[in-house]
């Protein structure tokens, strides 16, 4: 079964304010966790991704926080915009037989 | 650089019949995976191929199989279409075949069945 998962299927955001999208993981094994975001129409497009042996990583307006003790992943997007409306997925390598192990996702809405 | 094309974009298909899927990889790219996106389930894993050969397989049964080619394009097939294929099928290429390489995704093939 799944693996990874998502705190909440929804989020509504304003404008301007910060996003935080959660995720938790069961596998304690993991060691690389990648976000992707989902625009209606198109495939995932990767966003960031952390190995297990970081705790932080920052990209472009994006930050992604891993916090092994309680297998929990999170994004953050900083001054989210309108084009940031998206489902998000988190994803998990575990190795073996499977490429990736997706969350269900959550969807972002960010209202004007 | 091109990111992976899918297509066709678009499928409808009946029960019972069978189909073809194309994806071409970024270029250099050589490890080709696939996913089956449905609302239940979200995205599975199907296989991924690595230099012609399939590397890992996803919980499919034998009706759906792919094949890779040595230019590292790929193709799946999916034979005895049942209703509860129709999906959004995503193709995904990464430099490599590690479980540390990230993936870059099609824009994927709509597959109805009816």
């Known amino acids: 079964g799944e693996s990874v998962g998502l705190h909440l299927p929804t989020l509504s955001v304003q404008e301007g304010d910060n996003s935080i999208i959660n995720c938790a993981y069961s596998n304690s094994a993991s060691d690389y966790f990648i976000w992707y975001k989902q625009e209606s129409g198109k495939g995932p497009q990767f966003i960031i991704d952390i190995r297990s042996n970081m705790d932080k990583r920052q990209g472009q307006r994006v930050t992604v926080l891993l916090n092994k003790t309680v297998k929990h992943l999170s994004l953050q997007i900083a001054a989210t915009q309108p084009g940031d409306s998206a489902v998000y997925f988190c994803a998990e390598n575990k190795g073996g037989s499977e490429k990736l192990v997706f969350g269900k996702g959550t969807k972002l809405t960010v209202n004007p | 650089k091109a990111g992976v094309t899918q297509t066709p974009r678009y499928l409808i298909k009946t029960r019972g019949q069978q189909v073809t899927l194309s994806c071409s990889p970024i270029s250099g790219h050589r490890s080709v995976s696939w996913y089956q996106q449905t609302p239940g389930q979200g995205l599975q894993f199907l296989f991924e191929?690595?230099?012609?050969?399939?590397?890992n397989k996803g919980n499919f049964p034998g009706r759906f199989s792919g094949r890779q080619f040595s230019n590292s394009r790929s193709e799946m097939n999916v034979s005895t279409l049942e209703l509860g294929d129709s999906a959004l099928y995503l193709c995904a290429s990464s430099l490599w075949a590690g479980a540390d390489s990230p993936l870059h995704f099609g824009n994927g093939t709509r597959l109805t069945v009816t």
């Open positions: 191929y690595f230099s012609e050969t399939q590397r």
